[in-house]
């Protein structure tokens, strides 16, 4: 099912949100929640982007599919520099991208019933003509993603939390999409509805070909759903890796402490943890060198001066950090 | 259940909202107790009625809410009946609590010396100097850097981490024997909570209080608890030491919360065992056993009975018709 076909690649991609203080609301400084961001998703994968919050997970997935204006660098999409394309001949490309938010109870119309919102969708993208057509359209799609076509006149407010995300991953799915990004898709739901909801996507991917961009903060269903995962802190990307090797093999002292600091479900394996000092620092001024350094257990004189560079250690593996790859 | 030793034993407690026609059984028979020194934990999802025990035991209930059945015995008395006045002395003293998000709990117009100084002064006679020597002592317990400079500043100055570390020093600030902790991490990130479950050991290590663990988060509970009840609708439903609920659990309700947690069924590819249906609706519970619509091992009699607890082995109790003949 995975190619190696880049879907899509951003190069050295910036989202800088300027903060405007004093009386004439000046410019003073700029959050920098992207960084210089390079990532490649190739077609058929499920890339998990794990990181605490304001990392710069859920900006840097809004940039990917044009919610947001970068600052600086741009994302090509099946070989496409899209960053320039203005928004209206940018909409056939719309149609190829979608998320699926992390909150169902925000992020879905009150005053729409689910056919309405599920309309919309075909409304903007005039890819259903007639009316029938357009119903049979919702229900198939409602049957898909697991709710019952009885549903399609009912209110959101109608639906427990499971349901509404359902509805979520439906409206994502109405333009037959390729590529998806999902930003916390289930960290909203019960413990007992999560598994239902990542089933669900996992059999969307089978039957439609899907490209995931899966972020999460939480490492198990990163460890779950993804093909390889990238590690985001503060702004950066600081390790990409197969799934498998980021798990055993973690290079970046930061990873080495987020895959330790998650608590086991299993009272047998207490153990020891690798606690990170203190707490992720503003972006708003991120630190010198390496932004890890205040916070890493190996610091050197190096780490405070050099910005490190992201760079593949071996096959697939990516790191950025100096000492790396000694430090497993 | 008792055990000589029990600090609190909530036995067959019974917290209804009392709604027009029929009240909402947020708390339905529910008996657990706490010995000294122990971590009781208290796991469902939302809406089980783990926050509504809690508030049960400090009686901090709404108005709406009312303990309509059952004893709370701590230190010897009962919780549910004694006077208003002598439950203020209990509050913050002996019982005390931390809640979800700091944010929210803490209050904003107030620095961080007066709001712990109110918390010794509720209930202790102490000078002016010994409180201001006792506030910086509980910061430094809590692990506050600088503690002599932080002490005016207001809540908002501080990260998450840092107000919810300032929640444990209120709560502690007069050696409470028993602590309630209601999703104490979840508000916080991973490399935070797990700084503020290393202090919550520490902590527990050094004082010795027992404490009360309220969280969905399976693994927060395998890591910090002696002891597990597992809520479902109001309910406990599993109740036993915390290596056999992990590794022996008995009721389907936890057997298939722990199934479907990612990460751990290793084999069985990309798909997920999951718990099919929904959470119940308060208001309109199944009856029979709660769980019975979403069972994967139903029977004729959980449609209409209401299982009572069976003892699968010793000191492990399953709310589950499964284990009627083992008795």
């Known amino acids: ?328 | 259940m008792g055990e000589p030793l029990d600090l609190l034993s909530v036995k067959n407690l019974r917290t209804y909202f009392l709604t027009k026609p029929k009240p909402i059984k947020a708390v339905d028979d529910v008996s657990f107790s706490i010995r000294q020194g122990e971590t009781l934990g208290l796991v469902g999802e939302s809406g089980s009625g783990k926050t509504m025990t809690a508030l049960s035991i400090l009686r901090l209930l709404p108005n709406s809410a009312k303990i309509v059945n059952g004893e709370i015995i701590f230190n010897g008395k009962d919780l549910a009946r004694v006077s208003e006045a002598e439950m203020r002395e209990v509050r913050g003293n002996k019982i005390s609590m931390i809640f979800q998000d700091p944010m929210t709990s803490l209050n904003p117009v107030y620095n961080v010396r007066f709001q712990i100084s109110e918390a010794i002064l509720a209930h202790k006679k102490m000078r002016r100097s010994e409180v201001y020597q006792r506030v910086l002592e509980l910061l430094k317990l809590v692990g506050i850097p600088s503690p002599e400079n932080r002490l005016r500043d207001f809540p908002h100055e501080f990260s998450g981490g840092m107000r919810q570390r300032i929640m444990i020093a209120i709560a502690l600030a007069c050696n409470p024997q028993l602590l309630i902790a209601d999703e104490p991490t979840t508000a916080l990130d991973v490399t935070i909570q797990a700084q503020v479950l290393e202090l919550m050991k520490e902590l527990r290590a050094k004082i010795g209080t027992s404490i009360l663990l309220i969280t969905h988060d399976l693994g927060v509970i395998a890591e910090m608890c002696d002891r597990v009840a597992v809520m479902y609708a109001g309910q406990i439903v599993e109740y036993a030491d915390v290596y056999s609920v992990f590794k022996n659990p008995t009721h389907p309700y936890t057997v298939g919360l722990l199934r479907s947690l990612p990460g751990l069924n290793i084999g069985l590819g990309r798909k997920l065992y999951s718990i099919e249906g929904v959470v119940p609706d308060m208001v309109n519970m199944p009856s029979g056993c709660r769980f019975h619509p979403r069972c994967s091992k139903v029977m004729d009699r959980c449609r209409t009975e209401a299982p009572p607890f069976y003892i699968v082995e010793p000191k492990h109790y399953s709310r589950c018709f499964l284990y009627s003949d083992l008795e």
């Not at chain 1, 994968?45 to 600052?71: A, M, N």
């Not at chain 1, 909203?188 to 999560?194: T, Y």
């Not at chain 1, 990163?222 to 498998?244: C, P, Q, T």
């Open chain 1, 1 to 328: 099912m995975r190619s190696r076909e880049v879907l899509v690649e951003t190069v050295d991609l910036v989202k800088h949100f300027p903060v405007s203080a004093g009386l004439f609301k000046r410019v003073r400084s700029g959050v920098k929640a992207v960084d210089g961001v390079d990532i490649k998703v190739f077609k058929g994968e499920t890339l998990g982007l794990v990181g605490e919050s304001g990392c710069g997970k859920s900006t840097l997935g809004r940039l990917i599919i044009k919610l947001l204006k970068p600052t600086r660098g741009c994302i090509k999409f099946d070989g496409i520099d899209v960053t320039k394309i203005p928004d209206k001949q940018f909409r056939p490309y719309r149609r190829r991208m979608q998320i699926i938010f992390q909150d169902p109870y925000a992020s879905l119309n009150p005053r729409l019933t689910v056919s309405g919102i599920l309309g919309e969708a075909f409304k903007v993208h005039k890819i259903v003509d007639s009316r029938q057509e357009r119903r049979k359209r919702i229900r198939e799609l409602l049957e898909t993603v697991g709710l019952a076509a009885e549903h399609a006149d009912r209110y959101p407010h109608e639906f427990s939390g499971g349901q509404r995300q359902r509805i979520g991953i439906a409206r994502a799915l109405a333009v037959n999409p390729e590529f998806i990004v999902a930003d916390e898709p289930i960290s909203a739901l019960d413990v007992s509805i999560r598994a239902q909801i990542l089933n669900l996507m996992v059999d969307l991917q089978e039957k439609f070909k899907l490209t995931y961009l899966f972020i999460a903060h939480d490492l198990s269903v990163i460890k779950h759903i993804s093909d390889r995962v990238a590690v985001m802190y503060l702004g950066r990307i600081v390790e990409l890796a197969e799934k498998g090797e980021l798990f055993t093999k973690p290079l970046h002292p930061y990873t080495q402490a987020l895959l330790s600091s998650v608590p086991v479900p299993n009272p047998e394996l207490r153990r020891d943890r690798l606690l990170l000092k203190g707490e992720v620092p503003s972006p708003l001024n991120p630190p010198s060198g390496c932004r890890f350094h205040p916070r890493c257990r190996y610091a050197k004189d190096v780490c405070v001066k050099v910005v490190p560079e992201f760079r593949e250690v071996w096959g697939g593996h990516y790191v950025e950090c100096h000492l790396a790859p000694d430090l497993h």
